[in-house]
Nanobody
Framework: QVQLVESGGGLVQSGGSLRLSCAASRSIFRFYVMGWYRQAPAKQRELVARITSSGGTNYADSAKGRFTISRDNTKNTVYLQMNSLHPEGTALYYC???????????WGGGTQVTVSA
């Protein structure tokens, strides 16, 4: 079991930046993958970015070039730096942890990001 707690969300104007943090209750050093997802009202949850234990990253097309995911294993924390935010980025952002491929997945409670036009 692991608890994930997101922080860093808030209200920002279009074009602004936010950095989200996801703090884990135990070591994530060996976690297969950590990721950020988001869910806008009346839409399905979607992947934003993910990072593997070896540091490999994947991004949704909407995030490429603007968002950066990183992890600090010494602090058991994953970050999502979001730049040039658009109003379409308004959503509840969730942290996800997958210790082993195809195994249990853990979710945080989410942090709200609102981007005003």
């Amino acid at each position: 079991q692991v608890q994930l707690v997101e922080s860093g969300g808030g209200l920002v104007q279009s074009g602004g930046s936010l950095r989200l943090s996801c703090a884990a209750s135990r070591s994530i050093f060996r976690f297969y993958v950590m990721g950020w997802y988001r869910q806008a009202p009346a839409k399905q949850r979607e992947l934003v970015a993910r990072i593997t234990s070896s540091g490999g990253t994947n991004y949704a097309d909407s995030a490429k070039g603007r968002f950066t995911i990183s992890r600090d294993n010494t602090k058991n924390t994953v970050y999502l730096q979001m730049n040039s935010l658009h109003p379409e980025g308004t959503a509840l952002y969730y942290c996800n942890g997958e210790p082993t491929p195809g195994g249990a997945r853990y979710w945080g409670g989410g942090t709200q990001v609102t981007v005003s036009a």
